[in-house]
């Protein structure tokens, strides 16, 4: 008896030391998720539902992080980012808010950091890239490190919400149009040039 005892010992240990960590990917707040009311007013407002996506990117808690530069693509910034995985893509459930459910962190021993990066878009393209290539509105919030659930045998701890976590995600234009005073001022500004060489 207790050499299965002993058996099924080692068994939980190995099980838990091979445990990957859970996170509740989700938000609370409808501010979250917003972007500039159109490409000339910047006014924020919160993406409605059926409007957007958002993407959990993530990797171990000591990973290096190069933030995203504002137009580059999502498979740029992951050739910069090599250690990090993308997760996965949820619509919003709500005006600002998404549910994405308990997400299992390949690579991420249960119980550890992880480091998190979230991107967003809104329209209806699958992907940040296909939203970014179609002129959506695109960000990315900031870095973010929580710990991460899954720990523990034979109860595994609960997933670790990010809901208070992420911080704020603004999408902005990929092209911003410039407003008809500053085509104005562009035209005075030649038309000035003109006079000054023709004086000369």
Do not use: C, H
């Not at 009311?37 to 407002?45: E, F, G, K, R, S």
């Not at 409605?48 to 000591?62: I, R």
């Amino acid at each position: 008896m207790k050499k299965y005892l002993s058996i099924l010992a080692v068994v939980a240990v190995a099980t838990s030391a091979f445990a990957q960590g859970t996170v509740s990917f989700q938000n609370s707040a409808t501010s979250l998720v917003q972007q500039w009311t159109d490409a000339q007013n910047q006014t924020l407002v919160s993406v409605q539902k059926g409007n957007g996506s958002v993407q959990l990117t993530y990797a171990p808690g000591a990973a290096a992080y190069v933030p995203w530069v504002a137009g580059q693509t999502q498979a740029d910034w992951k050739t910069a980012n090599p250690t990090w995985t993308l997760g996965p893509t949820v619509g919003l459930a709500a005006a600002g808010r998404f549910v994405g459910g308990t997400v299992t962190l390949a690579g991420v021993t249960a119980g550890e950091n992880a480091k998190y990066a979230v991107f967003g878009w809104n329209g209806t393209a699958t992907t940040f890239d296909l939203a970014l290539a179609g002129g959506a509105f695109v960000g990315v919030s900031g870095p973010f490190t929580t710990a991460t659930g899954g720990a523990g045998s034979p109860i595994p701890s609960v997933p670790v919400s990010l809901a208070g976590s992420i911080g704020s995600l603004t999408l902005t234009p990929t092209t911003i149009i410039p407003e008809p005073s500053t085509f104005a001022l562009a035209g005075l500004g030649a038309a000035a040039m003109l006079i000054f060489r023709r004086r000369k």
